[in-house]
């Protein structure tokens, strides 16, 4: 069993900066691919970054691409999402999620733990 537990999320000006962190429990994420979606008010769940197992592999959704950036630190157990150069529509819920298949791919279903989410909020 893994858990997982998003922090960093908060209220930020446009064109700022936040990193958002996923530290796990109970396993080692190093063969884990890790993912973050948002979920926007009356929106549906998005895959906006995930990476691979081997860290090989980046997905970037095409809104947040040359703005957001995902990485993890294995000797921490943890998983980030750098967030640069903020937008009004960049608020949402972000959740991080770990994949033990390790492939990365920005499927839902593929996605077996899921942490409870940290807010980002974008004012212009």
């Known amino acids: 069993q893994v858990q997982l537990v998003e922090s960093g999320g908060g209220l930020v000006q446009a064109g700022g900066s936040l990193r958002l962190s996923c530290v796990a429990s109970g396993r080692s994420l190093s063969t884990f691919a890790m993912g973050w979606v948002r979920q926007a008010p009356g929106k549906e769940r998005k895959f906006v970054a995930t990476l691979s197992g081997d860290a090989r592999t980046v997905y970037l959704e095409d809104s947040v691409k040359g703005r957001f950036s995902v990485s993890k630190d294995n000797a921490k157990n943890t998983a980030y999402l750098q967030m640069d150069d903020l937008k009004v529509e960049d608020t949402a819920v972000y959740y991080c999620?770990?994949?033990?298949?390790?492939?990365?791919?920005?499927?839902?279903?593929?996605?077996?733990?899921w942490g409870q989410g940290t807010q980002v909020t974008v004012s212009s």
């Open positions: 999620a770990a994949d033990s298949e390790g492939l990365g791919i920005p499927k839902m279903a593929l996605y077996e733990y």
